[in-house]
C-alpha cells in the first residue's frame, strides 16, 4: 500500500469543563490513503466530529489536542507534516484549511451566511485560495472566480447555475443547499473532503441524489473522502474501508465487507443486529445493545464498551484494549481476539 | 365502519397565504389534500413520507391540536359511539381527549425542564380529575416501571436522563391516561441507533400488552417496515398508497413508493442501491403541478398522467394506490 495522505495517531482531544474532564477523542489512531473514501460510524458522543474538528484545527475552546499526532502530506511535498503542531490561526493552518481539506458540515443552512448570496461565499473562497486556480502569471480575477463557481455548480447537479449563484441560502432547497455546499467545498480541489453526517438533514430520496453525486465526484476527481455517518446503510453504499468508534476510541476497523459481513468487535456484531432491515422480520422483537450511552463525565475504566458487552470478561474493565491485527485484513481492540493492552 | 377504531375520509389542511398590509389571502398551502385510512383496534399503522409531505399535519389535525378544513375523522369511542372528530366541538372533545394520545419526535423539548418527571408524567393525570397527589404518585411509578424505568426516579427532572430515557418517559406520560390510540410522531428518529431497537421494542411489547392503537408517523422506512401493520405513503399532501407491510414492499403500487424504497440506501455492501434515483425535487403544496402530483419526477408518466387526476382506488383487496397504471404495471 502507498504512503497514507492522512494519518492519525493516539489523538487525544479533552475539553475542560467545570464538572470535570471530558475526553471527547481518546487516543483514536486511522490512516486514510489517497483517493480513498473511508467511512467512520458511530453512535452521537463517540468523538467522531471532533476527530475531524482535530484535523481541520477546529477545535472550540475549552476543548484541546492533548496529545498524538496527525500526519497530513500536503501536496507536492514529500515529507508529511503534523497537523496537531501547527498553530490553528497560523497562515500555513489557514492555508490547508479549505484549500487542501475541506469541511462538508451536517448543516447546510448554519453553514452558509444567510446575508451573502452562495455564490460570493464560494467566490470569496477561491480568491482567498486563488494561487490553486491560477494559471502562469495571471492574476484570479473576481470574473474567472464567478466563472468557475458556475461551472462547480453545474458539476454538482444544480439547474440553471448562472441564476443560482445570485441566490441566498434560505431561497435554495435542502438538497441545493447541500449541492452549493459540496460545490463550495470543492473549489479548492482539495486532497481530502471531510464528510460530517452529510446527508443526515435530508430527506431519503434527495440523500440517494447527494451519495451518487458524491460518488460520482469522488471517481472523477480521486479525492479522499472521510465519509462520517450514524447511518449504516449509507456507509455500506458509501465507504470501501470503515471506521468503527465508541467514546472515542476506534473499536474496529478493515475493509467495507469484513465490516458488515465478519465483524469482529462484540460493538459492531450489536450494532450491526440492532437496525431493522428492509428484508428480515417485521414485529418481532430486535435484538438490542443494553444499556445506554455512559455519561461523558462517567467514562468506563477499562475498554468502554464493558459494561455494555455480551461478552465482557473480568479482565475487560481493568485494561484498556489497543487496536490490534485480527486476521489479514481487520484491527479491532477487544480481549476477546488478543490480550495486548493500552500502556498508561 | 365495522371494527374500525378510527376512519379519515377526505381530510385537507389548507394554511392561507397572505400577502401586504391587509394580510390579503392571495392562495392556500394544500398541506393536507386527501387523505383517506381506517385503523382496525390494535394494529400500527404506519404514515410514511419525505418532509413537508403533510404527515404530520394530518396527525396533528387527528389529534385536533389544529383544526381540519374539510374531511371527516370518525372515531369510535370507548361507549361504541361514532364521533366525527374534525368538527366535535372542544367542550365535547376534552373527555376524548384521555383516550387519543400523542408520543413526540424530540425527546429533548417535548418534556417541561421545571417539573420533575412525577409532574411530568402526572400532569395528564391531573388534567383528568386525579387530584390526590399520593394517588398520582402510585400511578405514576407504575408507569415508569412500564416503561423500564426505575420509580425512585420520579423526582428527578429530566436534564438527568439520556435521549432514550427521555423518549421512554414520554411514552410513560402518553400511556398515563390509558389511551385507546397512540400516535407517534418520529418516535425514535432523534434517537442512536442501539437506543432506536430498545423504544422499538418497548413500543411493540406496550401494545401487545394493552391493545394499543398506532399511528406511527416517520420516514424511515425501515423502522417502519419493522413496526407496522400496515403502511401509508404520502406524497404533496396526498395519501398516494396504501397497503399491507408485506405486500407493499412486494409490490408496491405506486412508483413514488418504489422510487423511496430504491432509495434507501441498504445496510449491505454486497447490495448495491444506486439505480433508479429518483430525479428533481418535491413540488411546492403551494402550487402543485397538474393530474398526478407526481408526473413530473414520474419515469412512467404519460399525457393522461400530466391532465388527469388518478383518484385512490382499490386495486387488489385491502391495497390502494393513487396512479392511473396501478395493477397494469410493475414499478
Not at chain 1, 125 to 154: M, N
Request: glycine letters at 8%; aromatic letters at 6%; a positive charge.
Amino acid at each position: 500500500m502507498s504512503e497514507p495522505l492522512l494519518s492519525v495517531r493516539h489523538l487525544r482531544v479533552s475539553f475542560t469543563m467545570d464538572e470535570g474532564l471530558v475526553r471527547a477523542v481518546d487516543g483514536t489512531s486511522f490512516d486514510v490513503q489517497p483517493g480513498q473514501v473511508l467511512g467512520v460510524v458511530g453512535e452521537s458522543g463517540c468523538g467522531k466530529s471532533v476527530t475531524m474538528r482535530a484535523i481541520l484545527q477546529l477545535v472550540e475552546k475549552p476543548g484541546r489536542i492533548t496529545s498524538g499526532s496527525i500526519r497530513f502530506r500536503r501536496r507536492d511535498s514529500a515529507e508529511s507534516i503534523d497537523l496537531a503542531q501547527l498553530a490553528p490561526r497560523g497562515a500555513e493552518m489557514r492555508d490547508i484549511r479549505g484549500a487542501e481539506i475541506a469541511l462538508i458540515p451536517q448543516e447546510p443552512m448554519a453553514a452558509f451566511s444567510p446575508v451573502h448570496t452562495v455564490g460570493d461565499q464560494i467566490i470569496e473562497a477561491i480568491l482567498l485560495h486563488g494561487h490553486r486556480w491560477r494559471e502562469k502569471g495571471r492574476k484570479l480575477t473576481r470574473a474567472d472566480a464567478r466563472d468557475i463557481t458556475v461551472g462547480l455548480f453545474r458539476d454538482v447537479g444544480i439547474s440553471m447555475p448562472e441564476q443560482r449563484v445570485d441566490a441566498y441560502s434560505w431561497q435554495l432547497s435542502g438538497g441545493l443547499r447541500q449541492r452549493a455546499m459540496i460545490a463550495m467545498a470543492l473549489s479548492c480541489k482539495p486532497r481530502l473532503l471531510i464528510a460530517d453526517e452529510p446527508t443526515t438533514a435530508i430527506d431519503v430520496t434527495t440523500q440517494a441524489q447527494v451519495l451518487a453525486l458524491l460518488r460520482d465526484l469522488q471517481a472523477r476527481y480521486d479525492t479522499a473522502i472521510i465519509f462520517i455517518t450514524h447511518d449504516l446503510g449509507v456507509i455500506a453504499q458509501m465507504a470501501s474501508y470503515v471506521v468503527v468508534m465508541y467514546l472515542g476510541r476506534v473499536m474496529e476497523e478493515g475493509p467495507v465487507d469484513e465490516i458488515f459481513h465478519a465483524p469482529k468487535h462484540p460493538y459492531t456484531r450489536a450494532l450491526l443486529r440492532s437496525i431493522p432491515s428492509l428484508y428480515g422480520a417485521t414485529r418481532v422483537a430486535l435484538p438490542v445493545i443494553s444499556g445506554a450511552l455512559p455519561h461523558p463525565f462517567n467514562r468506563p475504566p477499562g475498554c468502554p464498551f464493558h459494561p455494555r458487552c455480551p461478552d465482557a470478561m473480568p479482565h475487560c474493565s481493568a485494561a484498556v484494549p489497543s487496536l490490534q491485527p485480527v486476521g489479514t485484513t481487520q484491527l479491532a481492540s477487544c480481549f476477546l481476539h488478543h490480550d495486548i493492552a493500552d500502556p498508561s | 365502519m365495522s371494527d374500525a377504531l378510527l376512519e379519515v375520509r377526505g381530510l385537507q389542511k389548507f394554511f392561507p397565504i397572505t400577502h401586504g398590509f391587509f394580510q390579503r389571502v392571495v392562495g392556500h398551502v394544500r398541506a393536507v389534500d386527501g387523505v383517506d385510512f381506517t385503523l382496525k383496534e390494535g394494529e400500527t399503522l404506519g404514515l410514511v413520507g419525505e418532509s413537508g409531505c403533510g404527515k404530520t399535519t394530518a396527525s396533528r389535525c387527528i389529534l385536533r391540536a389544529i383544526d381540519p378544513t374539510g374531511g371527516k375523522i370518525l372515531y369510535r369511542t370507548k361507549s361504541g359511539k361514532v364521533v366525527d372528530l374534525a368538527t366535535l366541538p372542544q367542550g365535547a372533545l376534552l373527555p376524548l381527549r384521555a383516550e387519543i394520545q400523542m408520543i413526540f419526535q424530540d425527546p429533548f423539548g417535548s418534556l417541561n425542564p421545571r417539573m420533575t418527571l412525577l409532574d411530568n408524567v402526572g400532569e395528564p393525570l391531573l388534567v383528568n380529575g386525579m387530584k390526590n397527589r399520593r394517588e398520582r404518585a402510585d400511578r405514576v411509578a407504575e408507569l415508569l416501571r412500564l416503561v423500564g424505568l426505575r420509580p425512585e426516579f420520579m423526582h428527578r427532572f429530566p436534564h438527568a436522563f439520556s435521549g432514550g430515557q427521555r423518549q421512554r418517559i414520554g411514552i410513560a406520560r402518553a400511556l398515563a391516561t390509558n389511551p385507546r390510540l397512540v400516535v407517534a410522531d418520529e418516535p425514535v428518529s432523534a434517537l442512536d441507533v442501539s437506543i432506536q431497537a430498545q423504544v422499538l421494542n418497548l413500543l411493540l411489547e406496550l401494545q401487545a400488552k394493552f391493545k394499543l392503537t398506532f399511528l406511527f408517523v416517520a420516514h424511515d422506512l425501515s423502522v417502519v417496515r419493522h413496526i407496522s401493520d400496515r403502511i401509508a405513503v404520502m406524497y404533496v399532501g396526498q395519501l398516494v398508497e396504501l397497503a399491507p407491510t408485506g405486500e407493499i414492499f412486494r409490490q408496491p403500487q405506486h412508483p413514488y413508493t418504489a422510487a423511496l424504497m430504491r432509495a434507501v440506501p441498504a445496510a449491505d455492501p454486497r447490495v448495491r442501491t444506486a439505480d433508479g434515483i429518483l430525479g428533481g425535487e418535491v413540488p411546492s403544496p403551494a402550487a402543485p403541478p397538474s393530474g398526478c402530483y407526481f408526473h413530473p419526477r414520474c419515469r412512467h408518466a404519460t399525457e393522461r398522467c400530466r391532465t388527469e387526476a388518478p383518484a385512490l382506488r382499490e386495486v387488489a383487496p385491502g391495497h390502494f394506490s393513487r396512479c392511473h397504471f396501478a395493477g397494469e404495471m410493475k414499478f
